[in-house]
């Protein structure tokens, strides 16, 4: 029994992961799905083709909406790495657990140098790592 429990242990925590930060260095490029300033999207956001993505505390809709459009980056508006630098360098992440309920003003994608593909949200000042569910202050 006692080494049961410790090879259940050792499976458990080798099937742990650890998140790797965001870095300026390996951003490929910054793909903007969303981008407004206003405050009016209790409705939902209304995306470059027409569609809507509803607005929800947890970001369900966007997700949706991100995985919806991937095939679609091509054709939408493409930032350089420093885009988005300012909001998560020297900053610390923690995992997101949505307390105010507070629309996001811009969503998209961006795209590392090893062609990974990461969802990110901005609430405020806040940038928010959507596929890991991390947020940067």
Not at 15 to 24: A, D, E, M, Q, V
Not at 96 to 119: A, C, D, H
Request: charged content about 20%; overall charge positive.
């Amino acid at each position: 029994m006692k080494y049961f429990l410790l090879i259940c242990c050792l499976g458990y925590l080798s099937g742990c992961s650890s998140y790797r930060p965001l870095s300026k260095d390996n951003i490929k490029a910054v793909h903007v799905l969303f981008k407004d300033r206003g405050w009016g999207h209790h409705a939902g956001y209304k995306l470059y083709d027409g569609s809507i993505a509803t607005w929800d505390k947890k970001n369900i809709g966007v997700k949706a909406a991100l995985n919806n459009h991937q095939n679609k980056r091509s054709l939408l508006k493409k930032e350089g790495s420093d885009y988005l630098a300012p909001l998560f360098v020297n900053k610390k992440n923690f995992r997101y657990t949505p307390i105010k309920v507070t629309p996001l003003k811009e969503f998209g994608y961006i795209e590392m140098n090893s062609n990974q593909l990461i969802f990110y949200g901005i609430m405020g000042n806040t940038f928010i790592d959507l596929t890991n569910d991390k947020v940067y202050h």
